[in-house]
């Protein structure tokens, strides 16, 4: 494995762990207070701004400290352990400078650096009220004036609108609209009349109660000329170019409130007791837990893929990216439901409760999903992509090493709104051949390779279910949904495939790695997901997890990446 553990990543976990303590910025007692009273978490914001994490919100390229994309998945992993409203709230500042950094000339992109590197907070303004995520029936407009635009209109449910000191707004900037119709305006409120535009309240929610969930309403508000991102006409290109990153990095979210949930899980199997022993003794609830752990470690090497294909194959992102928004979410939602039902009733519990974070975690990240593109939304790109995914070729193509290939920054020329190829697809058919040779020495279970057979099996199958689908552009049938998702599972068994060849020389220390436990348990959870279920002989891998997962109180016990997170 060429990716090393990233120092800054460990420090900002160690300057956290520490915080967490009792009368901590991020004491977990006091951020579930602040949930209970709708209150966002400014004091553990400012912790974080002393940290400067901020400086992660900023690429290299123009002037901060983020270098791969999975560092930042990284980071707001870090911060969903510990509170969804802080990691909602905090890195939201990525998003709402992602259309800068792809569509901004330099001058834009170092002034909004710049503001960043000194703590400002920018937030995203995309949905309006009527319109919800339908971009293109967006109605606030930008009308040109002497001395730049006038911004007239609502963005509405969006997250930082009134804490944020700048908004990219997605505005109309032709009365007719249409793809060219729309451009990015970033509004400074620094520099704006402040009788001009006014915030509108913050709505109560489910989940992540004290998150900044409001909006923000321009009344003919003056702005620079300057103040539009890119070409006049590209608000949308650039948008749907912004959100494969954002995608991205949201991953971190569910990787995050897993993470937690497993913690919670653990502890209460090891210290519930009943008919004389501990729950950790029954294997039914050890094989339950491990589930959940094996969904984690498939989750990880999806999120890893995507990350790695926004450095490396930016060209493939707008699928990856969709692919990994919908499957990783749902994913790791399925097993925090199942991990509430070890919890039992102590996972509704609010006051008094050991376990009471588990209720907020639940609600919080029930959200996730929705976020930048829902789950339907990122699925009907990937049926966009069905012309290209039935002419790719099950054969290796000389861009399958992206994991082992060190990432380059992201390359904004390169980025497409749809791909031509992909990358997992032709590494999946390399991957079987290796691991099928791994078997037969003995250095992987038999299991394991039987399993990334049947999945190659399965995606050959559904390759040939898209060719076969007919469908209208506004007129996707259910089954191209089905045949999206069960794409997305043979993406995931192929980026676990892929993680294993080229990491499992160098991870071979890791109580993981050792014997294929992590690949083999993976490969069983994605397949049994399929259609054809075709597992072969059961092994009880899960079991085995759980059973170290409640045996061994560390890290290494959960995440296939090292302590510190990975890059």
């Given amino acids: 494995m060429t990716w090393t553990p990233s120092a800054r990543l460990g420090r900002i976990e160690a300057a956290i762990e520490e915080a967490s303590r009792p009368g901590g910025a991020l004491c977990p007692d006091t951020l579930l207070s602040l949930d209970e009273k709708e209150v966002f978490p400014s004091a553990a914001a400012a912790f974080l701004d002393e940290l400067e994490i901020h400086r992660l919100y900023v690429d290299r390229r123009n002037g901060g400290e983020l270098d791969h994309l999975f560092d930042l998945t990284s980071l707001v992993r870090l911060l969903a352990r510990r509170d969804l409203t802080l990691a909602v709230g905090h890195p939201k500042t990525f998003l709402g400078a992602a259309s800068v950094w792809l569509g901004g000339d330099s001058g ?15 937030s995203w303004g995309l949905t309006e009220r009527a319109h919800g995520a339908d971009l293109l029936s967006g109605e606030l407009t930008a009308t040109p004036t002497d001395q730049g635009w006038a911004l007239t209109g609502e963005k509405w449910l969006i997250n930082n609108a009134t804490r944020g000191d700048l908004v990219s ?3 109309r900037t032709r009365p007719e609209g249409g793809p060219r119709g729309f451009s ?12 001009s535009w006014t915030s509108t309240p913050k709505l109560p929610t489910h989940g992540i109660r004290g998150a900044d969930i409001s909006g923000i309403a321009f009344h003919e508000t003056a702005v620079d000329a300057e103040a539009v991102i890119g070409p006049l006409g590209s608000g949308v290109e650039t948008t749907l170019k912004a959100l494969q990153l954002t ?3 949201c991953c971190g979210l569910s990787l995050g409130a897993l993470d937690h949930a497993l913690a919670l899980g653990r502890r209460f199997l090891r210290e519930r007791r009943l008919y004389g022993r501990t729950l950790a003794d029954l294997p039914n609830l050890q094989r339950e837990l491990g589930r959940s752990i094996a969904a ?12 790695s294909t926004a450095g490396n194959a930016p060209d493939e992102l707008s699928l990856i990216s969709a692919v990994a928004k919908a499957l990783v979410p749902e994913m790791c939602q399925e097993a925090i439901s199942r991990i509430g039902e070890l919890l039992g009733l102590r996972g509704f519990l609010t006051a008094n409760e050991p376990y009471r974070a588990f209720q907020k975690l639940d609600r919080d990240h029930r959200i996730v999903s929705i976020f930048d593109g829902s789950t339907a939304v990122c699925r009907n790109l990937t049926v966009e992509h069905f ?7 099950l054969t290796p193509d000389g861009r399958s090493g992206l994991f082992g290939t060190p990432s380059q920054p992201w390359d904004p020329s390169r980025l497409r709104l749809l791909a031509r190829s992909c990358w997992l697809v032709p590494a999946m058919a390399a991957d079987c051949d290796v691991l099928a040779a791994q078997a037969a020495a003995g250095e992987v279970p038999a299991a394991a390779a039987k399993l990334a057979a049947a999945a190659l099996r399965s995606l050959r199958r559904v390759l040939g279910e898209m060719a076969d689908i007919d469908r209208g552009p506004r007129q996707v049938p259910q089954e191209a949904f089905d045949i999206a ?7 995931a068994a192929a980026a676990v495939c892929r993680l294993w060849t080229e990491g499992a020389a160098t991870s071979k220390d890791l109580r993981l790695w050792q014997d294929g436990l992590w690949l083999t348990a993976a490969l069983t959870l994605i397949v049994e997901r399929l259609p054809s279920r075709d597992t072969g002989e059961r092994r009880d891998v899960f079991g085995v997890l759980g059973r170290l997962a409640l045996q061994d109180g560390g890290h290494e016990a959960l995440s296939i990446f090292p302590r510190g997170e990975v890059r």
């Fill in 184 to 195: 990015v305006i970033l509004f400074d409120k620094e520099r704006a009349d402040p009788h």
């Fill in 108 to 122: 834009q992109r170092r002034r909004l650096a710049e503001r960043i590197n000194r703590r400002a907070i920018v």
């Fill in 296 to 307: 984690l470690h498939t989750a990880e090497a999806v999120s890893l893929a995507a990350a």
């Fill in 247 to 249: 995608r991205t990095m």
């Fill in 169 to 171: 707004v997605l505005a």
């Fill in 387 to 393: 012309p290209v995914l039935t002419r790719a070729r």
């Fill in 485 to 491: 998702r069960d794409f997305e599972l043979c993406t």
